[in-house]
C-alpha cells in the first residue's frame, strides 16, 4: 500500500483534494462518491490498510441483487478522501464534481483482495448488505454485486 501513485497524478496547490497520509487506524468505514468527470462514475472505496482502496464504478454499486457491475481498482486514496466533495479543477487528473453518494461501515466477511475475492457487508444509508468483490484475470477489474439483503 502506498500513496505515491495517487499524490503523483495530482498537483495539490491546484487542487483542493487531500493530499493525505497512511493512517494507522482503520475504522472499517466506506464511501460512495458520485464523480462527473470526463464520464460519470462512482468511486467506491473501502477502508483498509491505512487508506482507502479504491474502485472506479461505471454504473454504481448495485443496491439490489441479481445485478453485478464492473469495478476498475484505481489507486489507493488517503483515508482523508472519505469526506471529500468538491470540484476538482480543468485540467487536473479526475477533473469534474465529486460529491459523497453513500457512506457507511463495513466489515469483512470472509476472503481478501489479495486472495481475489472478498465478501463483506455494507451498513450505509442507501447500501446495505452483503457484497462480494471478485478479481478478473486482469488485475485491475473486478465484479462487484450484492448477494443477501
Known amino acids: 500500500m502506498?500513496?505515491?501513485?495517487?499524490?503523483?497524478?495530482?498537483?495539490?496547490?491546484?487542487?483542493s483534494e487531500p493530499s493525505g497520509e497512511i493512517k494507522k487506524t482503520n475504522l472499517f468505514r466506506f464511501v460512495v462518491q458520485k464523480h462527473q468527470a470526463r464520464?460519470?462514475?462512482?468511486?467506491?472505496?473501502?477502508?483498509?490498510?491505512?487508506?482507502?482502496?479504491?474502485?472506479a464504478v461505471p454504473k454504481g454499486v448495485p443496491?439490489?441483487?441479481?445485478?453485478?457491475r464492473l469495478a476498475v481498482q484505481v489507486e489507493d486514496h488517503p483515508v482523508d478522501y472519505i469526506n471529500f466533495s468538491g470540484v476538482?479543477?480543468?485540467g487536473e487528473y479526475g477533473a469534474g464534481t465529486v460529491e459523497v453518494w453513500d457512506k457507511g461501515k463495513?466489515?469483512?466477511i470472509e476472503g481478501s483482495l489479495g486472495s481475489g475475492s472478498l465478501k463483506f457487508n455494507l451498513a450505509g444509508?442507501?447500501?446495505?448488505?452483503?457484497?462480494?468483490?471478485?478479481?478478473?484475470?486482469?488485475?485491475?477489474?473486478?465484479l462487484i454485486y450484492k448477494t443477501k439483503i
Open 2 to 15: 502506498s500513496l505515491i501513485a495517487y499524490q503523483k497524478k495530482r498537483e495539490f496547490s491546484r487542487t
Open 39 to 55: 464520464n460519470l462514475h462512482y468511486d467506491f472505496r473501502l477502508e483498509m490498510e491505512g487508506v482507502l482502496k479504491s474502485w
Open 63 to 68: 443496491e439490489e441483487r441479481g445485478i453485478k
Open 88 to 90: 476538482i479543477s480543468k
Open 106 to 108: 463495513w466489515k469483512i
Open 125 to 142: 444509508k442507501k447500501l446495505k448488505g452483503e457484497y462480494v468483490l471478485v478479481r478478473f484475470k486482469e488485475k485491475k477489474n473486478w
